[in-house]
């Protein structure tokens, strides 16, 4: 059987993955699925696809844009998530900072150079019509060391995806000041290169027992509930989150990219545009 090493964030946006793991569907089809948790995001998942540390990633579409362009060797073989990702903008609970106006000019808590928490900070910051040049990050890896950094005021807030980081605005530890939705489909799923010349079928196979599983994934029953106490959520934050969210079985498509490139390029988050069809790789 072969072996397919997967990386994604520990959220609830990949209970299918697991759902598929812990029902053998992967190995009813004759492939082995590994997951490894990336808390730290995107940033530390590129670094694992360059360095062969996984073979594929359920990553952000900007993020691996981006890194693509900057050598990766890794392609996007599909869309996962077809609908925009809600990045929450947080401060402190006890935070003076009412308003995303007050913001500027402060410090953005970031996972790591080239996570989304920091791509989506430039795009935050050109949306408020901010200097981008002027934005100033604190590396903190993951929501924990955000946590630390902005009541330290070593950083004055925080974006992550609203409904993971709902947890700590309804304790009391953060405040959500606004949200900062993408302008594309959120996440993809990348595979390096070798993997794909050598292996493709096995890839394949993969993403054919995934999008059996996410094409009807709304509708199993309980699903709500299960994802609500898997990713300790209230229950009424998952079934807002499911409204929202639609998982995708189809491949990205050029303009799309065109999109994610024109912004990356507009924000000088990337130096040059490339054909967007080779960014992709079709099975």
Known sequence: MKTIRVGGVPEHFNLPWHMCIEENDFNDADVNVIWKDFPDGTGAMTRSLRENEIDAAVILTEGITKDIIAGNKSKIVQVYIGSPLIWGIHVAADSPYKSI???EGTKAAISREG???QLMAYVNAQNQGWDRDKLKFEIVKDMYGAVAALKQDKAQYFMWEHFTTK??????TFRLVADCPTPWPCFV???????????????????EVLNNKTKNFKEIPQIAEKLADRYEQKLEDIKNWLEITN??????STQELDKVQEKLKELNLIHKKVDSSKLIHKL
């Open 101 to 103: 106006e007050e913001l």
């Open 115 to 117: 996570s989304g928490s």
């Open 167 to 172: 947890p700590l605005v309804d304790n009391h």
């Open 189 to 207: 799923i990348a595979v390096r290169e070798e993997v794909l010349k050598y292996n493709p079928s096995r890839v394949k196979k993969m993403l």
């Open 247 to 252: 998982w995708s079985q189809e491949q990205i």
